[in-house]
């Protein structure tokens, strides 16, 4: 199978990092914007103490910082910063929740061409490129596109 990586152009990341870097929530130890959040499973006290943490203020609007490991995140595309210093990259808002219910109607086996064509004008938007329709790739793109979905916007 052949591994498809949906990534952000390196413009795009380069803008993102420079961005975050010059923010005064982003720990440069942990290269995480407020609290970083990973690791073991945190008990409830500490989820409390971690979230009352990475809440901020910011124009008079309170936010919550994501406590994301940042050089990840500034390669996928569709995820936005939690201040809105930097947004989405290829996909608007309702442009993701219209791939997710794309993905979610593909039959589990064999993929009709009109929905194999379909997939990879998505990926081509994703990536800003032209995608080839390798078949070969076709199940690595839905996997990856499925994994980063359910990663930053929960299981549909």
């Known amino acids: ?79 936005k910063c939690p201040l809105e210093k930097w947004g989405l990259h290829g996909l608007t808002e309702a442009e993701i929740e219209e791939l997710k219910a794309f993905l979610d109607s593909l039959p589990a086996n064999v993929i009709p061409s009109k929905e194999v064509t379909e997939l990879f004008t998505w990926a081509g938007r994703i990536r800003g490129t032209r995608v080839t329709t390798c078949g070969e790739c076709v199940k690595g793109i839905i996997d990856e596109m499925r994994k980063n979905l359910n990663e930053y916007y929960g299981k549909n």
């Open 1 to 79: 199978m052949s591994k498809f990586h949906i990534v952000a152009p390196k413009e795009v990341r380069d803008q993102r990092r420079d961005i975050c870097q010059g923010c005064k929530h982003y720990k440069p130890l942990f290269k995480s914007c407020g609290t970083l959040l990973v690791g073991r499973k945190l008990t409830p006290e500490e989820a409390e103490e971690v979230k009352a943490a990475n809440q901020v203020t910011r124009n008079k609007q309170k936010f919550e910082l994501c406590g994301c490991f940042m050089p990840l995140k500034w390669r996928i595309p569709w995820v």
